[in-house]
């Protein structure tokens, strides 16, 4: 399995808030979280992604245990996130904070930042406008662009649709699968937006309180339809 | 003994200061240091008119509070301008000016070496002049200051500093006038530490400059930032630990022989200790949210009745000042436009928001809806074209000021208190209170005491609307994300504005709560409140929306029902991108 967690717990300082979960993703899978406000979708990204220390369980990453890594070294390991909000550097220009989102890559960057700005040209046009200058939707895809350029393997996005028009949602979602396609990259994804979740996703965990009660291809839970009574 | 006392005395006095410290630096985040200057400053004037024309010292240290409240109103006008370290550099400034004019001034201060004789305390003739006695006196005026800090603090003025050292920007967006409630912080701060210095100088029987220099403004922000923000009980144990520990150290061997260099040592040790509380309690000795734990809730719960009225526009704004009230279009554009370098962000733009109608406003990212809602309530200004809100112009008035009028808006990103209860965050929205008026605040508490009861009472019913009332006391930022932006709704709805602008409440937020939300909002509507939303939620604009403004760099391309638009095969081209 490209990616578990087992019994996996996370909160903050001593409250816990994500009660031993397991989760498994394939390589090349996208996988989706959905469930109500506060069920500790986000926290179980930040589990994953070392930004919380998790209390208990593992997380396994390529075979590897990573539980309680930090950060920086998961980024070097091909993992990246993508935070709700404040993700973006205000006060650097829009190609500063692609400079610094390729602060691990070690290769020439120019090439990458290329095929971003072929999937975002709104950040070509800006480049050298301050970021805090960007409207929402603009500052998501900055975000996006300043994850995607490390070429992670492994993708975590808490709702990246949030405040994109829907034609930029319908273009995120096209670009997220080719990235999968040509790279093989994993993503696990968090959606408030749970019909397009379940389009876009192979498998869907909801949550609930934190523990996961439920886990469904994403196609058979839009056809049962009563989805809906799970929130 | 009386050397204990002496110490006693000394951490009373340095408490005073670093309580009055904490105002600005804990409760309002205002990084100042230059407080000793204050300190000072009420030192001088209490001890000098002593020392001259004999005159008491209860009357020296009024005029100390006085010169104090003047300067630190003067400090504040600049300081409203600045932040952070430039903040630091200018109170740094300002304690240098003062230290350069009392040494210079010689004839008056003594120059470098001070005026020493100044008479000591003294109470209805009795003398003070010992530690024993002037102990008294001094815990009297501890006693008043702790108290006055404390009132300020826990009160609705507190939570207005509070929520302006969290976020100033939304704090205006409530109403807030960052500008008298930064006058009044720095004045009340300068004049508690005034009272402090009067003493001080009384009691030592002298007064030099050098005891009022940047050095020990740094050490008075170590106070603060030692015993715990925003916790004035913290001050006071600072204050404790770090004169005492000095003390002790002086009783270290080798002291009387003079082998080491006893003095280094000391302030190694005192270095050191400085390092370890901070390593090991970053938040101070006494956090700020120490204190509210097991605090018990009890309100009486609110009527269907009472739930209707106060989600009703407030009838008392509407007609404060406002004429044209039967107006059927409360907020009226005509020809906006605002360009940022060459970016025409909003080009032309006139719009009209009809009563009771829920208005949209779509289109694609950038083309210039936040930054109308932002032209709209002051935050941004205007470059040209006209607002009417209820036929007054309120184009470029400021933030607060619109708010005021009953206009109020919710922000795209997340922005709460968020070193704030819940339950705080809506307090801090529902509208200019009593106890934001220091008269009422110290002079009539009877009726804050019942204004706050009755507003609490409130915003628990507002947080129960959004579903947040069982989260009301814990700290905003402990809330989800999704929760969080529930929380600005029910700030929003806490306002009881007439016209309301939301930006983007919906999204992040589970389908659960979204379908409560387009209840709600159809119910405010029907109600009488003027609504406009920005929503890339489809489902929710076709829902909820009335009418829709479609825009499109900046410009308003189309105008007509969420339906009718969608229809357009050229809007849904540049919407959908099919």
Redesign the interface.
């Known amino acids: 399995m490209f990616m578990e967690l087992n019994d996996f717990e996370v909160g903050y300082s001593k409250k816990v808030i994500v009660h031993g979960i397991s989760m498994r993703i394939g390589e090349g899978e996208i996988v989706s979280i959905i469930g109500h406000n506060g069920a500790g979708k986000t926290t179980t990204l930040k589990g994953i992604m070392g930004i919380l220390r998790p209390l208990r369980g593992k997380v396994v990453f390529k075979g590897q245990d990573i539980t309680g890594h930090s950060p920086l070294e998961n980024v070097k390991n091909g993992i990246s996130f993508l935070p709700q909000d404040r993700f973006i550097f205000p006060e650097l220009s829009v190609k500063e904070n692609l400079d610094l989102g390729a602060y691990t890559v070690e290769d020439d960057i120019n090439s990458r930042l290329e095929i971003i700005y072929q999937l975002f040209p709104i950040l070509k046009e800006r480049s050298g406008q301050r970021s805090s200058t960007l409207s929402g939707g603009e500052r998501r895809m900055l975000g996006l662009g300043m994850i995607l350029i490390t070429r992670p393997q492994l993708l975590l996005l808490d709702e990246p649709s949030l405040g994109l028009a829907p034609v930029l949602v319908t273009t995120l979602l096209e670009s997220l699968r080719n990235i999968r396609d040509s790279f093989g990259t994993s993503i696990l994804l968090v959606e408030q937006n749970v019909r397009q979740a379940m389009e876009f996703a192979q498998r869907v965990y909801v949550m609930k309180m934190g523990s996961i009660i439920l886990e469904e291809k994403g196609e058979k839970l839009l056809q049962r339809g009563e989805w809906w009574d799970l929130f | 003994m009386d050397y204990v006392i002496h110490l006693i005395i000394l951490v009373l006095l340095y408490s005073v200061v670093a309580i009055s410290l904490n105002l600005l630096v804990g409760f309002t985040g205002l990084l100042s240091v230059g407080h000793a200057a204050f300190f000072g400053i009420g030192a001088f004037a209490s001890g000098l008119l002593a020392y001259y024309h004999g005159v008491h010292f209860l009357i020296g240290m009024l005029a100390g509070i006085v010169i104090a409240i003047i300067a630190g109103a003067l400090v504040s006008i600049p300081a409203l301008r600045v932040k952070d370290e430039f903040l630091v550099l200018l109170t740094i400034g300002f304690n240098m000016v003062i230290f350069g004019f009392l040494v210079t001034q010689q004839d008056l201060t003594g120059g470098r070496w001070g005026k020493v004789g100044i008479p000591a305390l003294s109470f209805f003739g009795i003398n003070l002049a010992t530690p024993a006695k002037a102990l008294p006196i001094v815990i009297l005026f501890f006693a008043i200051c702790f108290a006055i800090g404390w009132r300020l603090t826990h009160s609705p003025f507190g939570r207005v500093l509070k929520a302006m050292r969290d976020d100033e920007n939304a704090a205006k967006a409530f109403g807030k006038n960052i500008f008298r409630f930064k006058v009044l912080v720095f004045s009340l701060g300068a004049g508690l530490a005034a009272i402090a210095g009067s003493l001080w100088s009384h009691y030592h029987a002298y007064v030099e400059p050098r005891a009022f220099t940047v050095n020990e403004s740094i050490f008075l922000l170590a106070l603060v930032v030692i015993g715990g923000s925003a916790n004035l009980w913290g001050s006071v144990l600072a204050a404790l630990v770090l004169i005492t520990i000095p003390e002790i150290l002086t009783f270290l061997p080798g002291a009387e022989t003079g082998e080491v260099p006893i003095s280094a040592v000391r302030i190694a040790i005192y270095g050191a200790l400085l390092v370890v509380f901070m390593r090991f309690r970053p938040k101070g000795l006494l956090p700020e949210h120490l204190s509210f734990r097991g605090r018990k809730l009890q309100y009486l719960p609110i009527t269907a009745e009472e739930k209707e009225n106060i989600l009703r526009p407030d009838e008392t704004k509407r007609y404060s000042g406002l004429s044209g009230e039967k107006n059927e279009t409360p907020l009226q554009i005509e020809g906006l436009y605002k360009h ?1 370098g060459g970016l025409k962000a909003v080009d032309n733009v006139s719009l009209d928001l009809p009563k009771g109608r829920i208005t949209a406003l779509i ?5 210039g809806k ?1 930054t109308i809602f932002n032209l709209i309530t002051g935050f941004l200004s205007v470059d040209s074209g006209r607002i009417h809100l209820r036929g007054r112009e309120i184009t470029n008035q400021p933030p607060h000021r619109i708010n005021h009028l009953g206009l109020a808006r919710s922000f ?3 922005r709460i208190f968020r070193n704030m209860l819940v339950l705080d965050n809506v307090l801090v929205a529902c509208g200019k209170q009593k106890g934001e008026n220091l008269g009422d605040l110290f002079f009539r508490p009877w009726r804050v005491a019942l204004e706050e009861k009755e507003n609490c009472r409130l915003a628990m019913a507002y947080l129960d609307i959004v579903g947040l009332s069982e989260k009301a006391e814990i700290l905003a930022n ?6 969080q932006k ?1 929380l600005m709704l029910a700030c929003l709805l806490a306002t009881r504005a007439e016209v309301l602008l939301i930006d ?1 409440v919906v ?7 979204i379908e409560r939300f387009m209840s709600l909002v159809r119910q405010l509507a029907n109600w009488g409140k003027t609504i406009c939303i920005i929503e ?3 489902d929710v604009v076709k829902t909820v929306a009335d009418l829709a403004y479609f825009l499109s760099e900046g410009k308003v391309i189309a105008v007509g029902t969420p339906d009718e638009l969608l229809a357009d095969p050229k809007l849904t081209k ?5």
Do not use: K, R
């Open positions: 940022f289109g694609p990212n950038g083309a936040t795209q990103e997340v402990d809330l989800a994300f999704a929760e529930l983007e999204s992040g937020i589970d389908p659960g709560s890339h939620n489809i540049i919407y959908f991108g099919i």
